[in-house]
């Protein structure tokens, strides 16, 4: 099977295809669209999408002729995402539920009277025959008429799918079932009792018309459910697109427009209670904003001005004026759909293999059929027998299950890791996870927060915390240093207001002087003091020797050339991360905390969390070459980062694992997409990916081991064909059911 891939040249279409009720129909259709020049196809039973990498001489049109020309219908999916995924997936569930509703109410008297006036043929009455006939005519013919009508459009395009196999083993036991209760009567059979049933002699097959249709109907409509519960997760996404927006024109006024009518620059007003229409970056207001859709965080977050906000989010309290920096499909909602799209898009190199299979498939087993009825008839010369098998081998061969081994698999997986703030991109890297033995950590951003923060301070003897803090906070304000930042926001938050400083100045490196409440304040490295000649007690300078240790950055405070106190400041290591390497250790993981930073620094930060090994003072162009070395040393390697730095190593891991609040470059560098600003999701993400890989190959080791064992049996004579109609179905059940166990799955709930 071909995958797309798309370059400058190519551009990516998405269609939805009707009328495919097999994997060996979404076969034909990509390898139809794949004889088109400059196409390549990829085509999903299980969510009725082909993705289509082609040319952009390749019109629009002529793809969907040549899906329609093999015998299918076609629909052009919009480009801006706008139509709800799986949006005919309820009418379906309906329509096949209505069918086998009224199939399972009259398949059991059917079998009931057959089996029994097979076994003991002198209880037959006078006009049993029509008595069979009128129940069985509603389910052959209404309730299989999807089947034969697929057959019958499928056969006009030279084809053959499932459904030529249901509707052949439908008709083929009505017409024997005819012969039986209206042809002239056959020898006397030395059989009696269940060895009538069970040698096929002089049986009749209604029940074996009607079972074949109703477990078909019925596998079909829980495969139906299961693929709308599957894409839950896409539905509920999709829904948190907002239908209008609050336009605010460059005058101030406002007015309600369609949310296709926005446009990237334009401003738009977010009411409490509203959902924010488009990523962009807030203008103006304040408000409590809830990430819980997006990020599975259920605690809010505040923004402001100059915060950037992502579409689909909800502001709980206050008000804010939004400009759009994406719209449509250009936005972190619309890529999260891609993604999930993408992922239940995904197929293992054994699933492309079943796919193939069922495109040779039917034909094949029509004439293994064909066979066994010629073999049966010559070897025992019965041909009620040779029938009996004939129809068992074609009834029990239906592969269904192969077609769905992936797919649904992939679909409940991909939306059970959406709610989890997890991402796939694809079944590579679901596969990746199977092997990796090393996880690679990024410090800054990642590990920790990416932004200093005030973690420890002490007064000097006979001063407070709050003058401290005061004075500092005061100083700083007019300073644009990131450590003057942090402890700025540490006295805000503490004290509510600040005083404003006179006759600011700094000295890069050093640190700044001013008057805060007429006394001259200073604050900065030690060096700056004792170059000036002020005396830093002998507890505060022991003390910021031992927190320059532990990787922090100090602050010495003084006023009127008197210290007053010391502070520690650092990018502080999220509360989840020790968790984190935690879960990953007791997973089997090797960790390795990769980072550009002093190597005092990054020590401290690695002992912090319990990270295995620690590699420090790496400039980003040689983070990729550390990997490299790692991998050179037989190590199966995952790096989880967020920035452009970390782009390379992401590229070159074995798994790329990036956080959601990253740049795009690391983004579209990584197989994973972690979108919760909790480093626990990493230990989930390769869980989940283990999960769906057992479930998978669960699903193929059964597909694959029914179809070998079955049909030898069933051409041995050694099945019922009523027995292998409910063996076939059960097997569909089987992969479904066995898929969405997956919904079951749940994070390690250890240390949360």
Known sequence: MTSPVTTEQNRLVELSVSGMTCAACASRVERKLNRLSGVSARVNYATGRATVSTHPDVADEMLVETVVRSGFGAELLPRDG??????????????????????????????????????????????????????????????????????????????????????????????????????????????????????????????????????????????????????????????????????????GSQRPVPIGELRVGQRFLVRPGASVATDGRVVSGQAALDTAAMTGESVPV?????????????????????????????TQLGAMIRLVEQAQSGEASVQRLADRICGWFVPAVVALSMLTFAGWTLLDGSVERAFAAALAVLVIACPCALGLATPTALMVASGRGARLGIFVKGYQALEATRSIDTVVLDKTGTVTSGRMSLAELTCADGFTRDEVLRAAGSLEQDSEHPVA???????????????????????????????????????????????????????????????????????????????????????????????????????????????????????????????????????????????????????????????????????????????????????????????????????????????????????LFWAFGYNVAAIPLAALGLLNPLVAGAAMAVSSLFVVSNSLRLRRFSPDLEDR
């Open 302 to 330: 505040d923004v402001g001005p100059t915060d950037a906000v992502v579409g689909g989010t909800t502001v709980r309290h206050g008000s804010l004026v939004v400009e759009a920096t994406g719209v449509g499909r250009d």
């Open 82 to 251: 706008s139509r709800e995924p799986d949006s005919d997936d309820a009418g379906r569930a309906r329509m096949l539920w209505r069918r086998l509703l009224v199939s399972v109410v009259l398949f059991v008297p059917i079998a009931d009277l057959s089996i029994t006036l097979t076994v003991l043929p002198d209880w037959r009455f006078p006009g049993w025959q029509w008595v069979l006939l009128a129940l069985a005519l509603p389910v052959i013919g209404w309730a299989a008429w999807p089947f034969h009508r697929a057959a019958v459009a499928n056969a006009r395009h030279g084809i053959a799918t499932m459904d030529t196999l249901v509707s052949l083993g439908v008709l083929a036991a009505t017409a024997w079932s005819l012969y039986a209760m209206f042809g002239p009567p056959g020898p006397p059979s030395d059989a009696t009792g269940l060895a009538l049933l069970l040698r096929g002699e002089d049986a009749i097959y209604l029940e074996v018309a009607a079972g074949l249709v109703t477990f078909v109907l019925a596998g079909r409509y829980f495969e139906a459910k299961a693929q709308r519960s599957a894409g839950t997760a896409l539905r509920e996404l999709a829904a948190l697109r907002a239908a209008d927006v609050v336009l605010v024109e460059p005058d």
């Open 485 to 699: 930042a942090a402890i700025v926001a540490a006295a805000l938050a503490d004290l509510g207001s600040l005083p404003r400083s006179t006759g600011f100045t700094s000295e890069p490196g050093f640190g700044a002087a001013g008057v805060v409440d007429g006394h001259r304040v200073r604050a900065g490295r030690a060096r700056l003091f004792t170059d000036l000649g002020i005396a830093v007690p002998a507890r505060l300078d022991a003390l910021r020797g031992e927190w320059e240790g532990r990787g922090r950055t100090t602050v010495v405070v003084a006023v009127d050339d008197v210290v007053v106190g010391l502070l520690g400041l650092a990018d502080l290591v999220k509360p989840s991360a020790r968790a984190a390497v935690g879960q990953l250790h007791r997973l089997g993981l090797a960790t390795v905390l990769l980072t550009g930073d002093n190597t005092a620094t990054a020590t401290a930060v690695g002992r912090e969390i319990g990270v295995g090994s620690v590699v420090a003072e790496v400039l980003p162009a040689d983070k990729a070459e550390q990997v490299r070395r790692l991998q050179a040393g037989g190590a199966c390697v995952a790096v989880v980062g967020d920035g452009v730095n970390d782009a390379a190593a992401l590229a070159v891991a074995d798994l790329g694992m990036a956080v959601g609040a990253g740049t795009d470059v690391a983004i579209d560098a990584a197989d994973l997409i972690l979108v919760r600003d909790d480093l626990r999701v990493v230990p989930d993400a390769i869980r989940l990916s283990r999960a769906t890989l057992r479930t998978i190959r669960g699903n």
